[in-house]
């Protein structure tokens, strides 16, 4: 198991500006660029406040994998979020009701949960890599 080492990491962290982003959706629930404030985000921007970002326009398949029990992928925003991707293929919320944030990356049913049908997604979409054993 790799748990060890991304005990001896975590929290690794995030910079203080993505806290702060996201700080700022929650609070404007906006799913919206970086707030500059007023005068900077016209200058970044074009325009006084941080514009929403544009998920219509994604052209390519995006899978949503989600869990109940994941303090940063409400429900609500998962819905909203869903309704807009236009070349969403996959919306998958995992059944188990204790799955949370971090046991996407550390939990020991990743593998079958998330990871396996990822890679199955994947296969579906793309060429494998030759190095890759199912």
Same mark, same amino acid.
């Given at each position: ?36 404030? &007023?005068?900077?985000?016209?200058? +970044?921007?074009? =325009? !006084?406040?941080?514009?929403? $970002? ?45 799955? &949370?944030?971090?046991?996407?990356? +550390?939990?020991? =049913? !990743?593998?079958?949960?998330? $990871? ?19």
């Amino acid at each position: 198991t790799r748990l060890p080492v991304f005990i001896s990491h975590t929290p690794a962290g995030t910079p203080v500006k993505n806290m702060v982003h996201f700080a700022q959706m929650v609070l404007h629930k906006r799913f919206q660029k970086f707030d500059y404030g &007023t005068n900077m985000n016209r200058q +970044v921007y074009g =325009q !006084a406040t941080p514009p929403e $970002y544009n998920v219509t326009g994604i052209t390519v398949p995006v899978a949503l994998y989600w869990s109940l029990n994941d303090w940063f992928a409400d429900p609500r925003d998962v819905a909203l979020l869903s309704k807009r991707l236009p070349k969403l293929v996959l919306d998958l919320q995992i059944p188990d009701p204790t799955f &949370t944030h971090l046991d996407f990356i +550390v939990g020991l =049913q !990743a593998k079958d949960l998330v $990871y396996d049908p990822m890679m199955k997604l994947m296969f579906h979409y793309g060429k494998p890599h030759p190095s890759y054993i199912v």
